[in-house]
T-cell receptor
Framework: KAGVTQTPRYLIKTRGQQVTLSCSPI?????VSWYQQTPGQGLQFLFE???????NKGNFPGRFSGRQFSNSRSEMNVSTLELGDSALYLC??????????????FGEGSRLTVL | KNQVEQSPQSLIILEGKNCTLQ??????????LRWYKQDTGRGPVSLTI?????NTKSNGRYTATLDADTKQSSLHITASQLSDSASYIC?????????FGAGTTVTVRA
């Protein structure tokens, strides 16, 4: 059974550009959540999608957005990149939605560097 | 504010030795507590998930304990191996969201 797949694994952008990251969840999982991980802040919740609807959102500016497609694949977009957006972006999939959901399965992450 | 505090921030142990990581939380109401292992450059992998009624759970050489009264959890690693070198993240959930600890970095040396 394939795990959570994130693409690209690594990318370098410059300030002001925008970036789109992709996440394919485990087959049968309908919930995808996104997290930003930095050395100083640890894991921070960005948003969660379930059946193409955003169910929950963290405290990030509107430059961070996402969407989910009918096949449960999800994308997140960051516009007008800032140096502070450099981070590991992780997505996780689960069968159900919400914080009481069962096990979360994380992808390997997309490492974004903003120059 | 819901918080999850982990200690120590990092530790170094010799291969074969045991160690215990701590997690204190103020999340309320409490729903579940999870421990994840994250190897460098990889995504986190679930070790254990405990609910209010569970006070201990094992996954191989990893044993998690939970005291919901004092809002404390620990993760005990038995007979450490070099592959245990990783960051261990404590996550506490209530009805609304998951709160993440900053993690404890464990380095196992031969």
């Amino acid at each position: 059974k394939a795990g959570v797949t994130q693409t690209p694994r690594y990318l370098i952008k410059t300030r002001g550009q925008q970036v789109t990251l992709s996440c394919s969840p485990i087959s049968g999982h309908r919930s995808v959540s996104w997290y930003q991980q930095t050395p100083g802040q640890g894991l921070q919740f960005l948003f969660e999608y379930f059946s193409e609807t955003q169910r929950n959102k963290g405290n990030f500016p509107g430059r961070f957005s996402g969407r989910q497609f009918s096949n449960s694949r999800s994308e997140m977009n960051v516009s007008t990149l800032e140096l502070g957006d450099s981070a590991l972006y992780l997505c996780a999939s689960s069968k159900t939605s919400g914080p009481n959901t069962g096990e979360l399965f994380f992808g390997e992450g997309s490492r974004l560097t903003v120059l | 504010k819901n918080q999850v505090e982990q200690s120590p921030q990092s530790l170094i142990i010799l291969e074969g030795k045991n160690c215990t990581l701590q997690c204190n939380y103020t999340v309320s109401p409490f729903s579940n507590l999870r421990w994840y292992k994250q190897d460098t450059g990889r995504g986190p992998v679930s070790l254990t998930i405990m609910t209010f009624s569970e006070n201990t759970k094992s996954n191989g050489r990893y044993t998690a304990t939970l005291d919901a009264d004092t809002k404390q959890s620990s993760l005990h690693i038995t007979a450490s191996q070099l592959s245990d070198s990783a960051s261990y993240i404590c996550v506490v959930g209530n009805d609304y969201k998951l709160s993440f600890g900053a993690g404890t970095t464990v380095t196992v040396r031969a």
